[in-house]
């Protein structure tokens, strides 16, 4: 039973790491599945139906239904890449659904309103690399 103090040991070292890195670092938001799925959704939507030169003021949040369920949302706007001198900057919404859906242009009841719990800070650097990966 000499092994038993050093199996326990080993146990207790592996699991502190694992708690470690589970743990965000500094300067890091936690990960969060949905909206990873909604900026991966975002950026590949963009890339297949015309792809925005920039994007900004990007946040994500979600919505609370009456049955207790989240409806995640990514809003934010994007500068289209055509330039004719008369592009400017267009609000977008994706949303979590059993997939996702995209709608760009003034969806006023999406992303606004008090009923929206938002993440803090802005994922617009996060969008744009995804975006700057498809080209």
Known sequence: M???PVLAFVIVALSRAAATEAQPRAGERPSNPSVEFLLTSAATDFHEHGHP?????????YATGKDGTKQYRLCGEYLPAETDGKNKWTPFVTIQTSGYEQWVGDQHGYCSGKSITWDKGDWSSELQSRLDALK
């Open 2 to 4: 000499r092994f038993a």
């Open 53 to 61: 030169s920039r994007v900004r003021h990007v946040r994500a949040g």
